[in-house]
């Protein structure tokens, strides 16, 4: 598999067209999109190979296609309802609905991939208030200190839904702001979209 060289521009317009179908009502289901972010994941998927396993929340879409998920593919599955839950096992991308859902999953693949001899590597991509809650930390910890193959993505769009995540754990700064844990990740971008939905009520 050939994956395809995505840019920006092309990104944007792809969630462009999913946003104004789910205002048109075309979609019956929950979408979580994510502009803002184009390039920092391009850059993170610079480094992830096609054989690498990817692991992702409910905002997912763009993670999907940068990992060479035929667009129409992607599209397909979010116009069925699986916006929030995009499985490709055929290309080794999975994403979870629950918080925090996606990462056991992703260190035990990476423990494999150890215990294996494999040359994979695994990439965990969390929201900033997942990257806070003891599961993730006790993930990036275990994963460090035992040598796994993953690096945890934190991507923080500022919010959790609607709650202004440092205020939340009454922090300054994320744990993992400045990535000095050599298995993390982190980048910043904001969004013009709400945490879900395309910013127009629809009712369905």
Known sequence: MNRRKWTSAELIQFETEIAETFNA????????????????????????HEGDWVFCSWRS????????????????????????ALCFPKYRLFSSAIVGGNVPIAVGVALGIKRGNGDEHVWCFVGDMT??????????????????????????N????????????????????????????????????????AGKRVEF
């Open 131 to 156: 990257s806070e809650i003891g599961i993730t930390q006790s993930a990036i910890k275990y994963s460090l200190f035992n040598a796994l193959p993953i690096t945890f993505v934190v991507e923080n």
């Open 25 to 48: 009502g075309g979609i019956r289901a929950p979408v979580h999109l994510s502009d803002g972010s184009e390039e920092s994941l391009l850059d993170v998927f610079g480094d992830v």
């Open 61 to 84: 879409h763009y993670q999907a296609l940068l990992h060479g998920v035929p667009q129409e593919e992607v599209r397909q599955e979010i116009l069925n309802g699986r916006s929030i």
């Open 158 to 197: 500022g919010v959790s839904v609607c709650t202004d995540t440092l205020a939340t754990w009454g922090l300054d700064e994320l744990t993992h702001s400045k990535a000095q844990w050599a298995n993390v990740r982190y980048f910043e971008y904001r969004s013009s979209y709400p945490h879900a939905g």
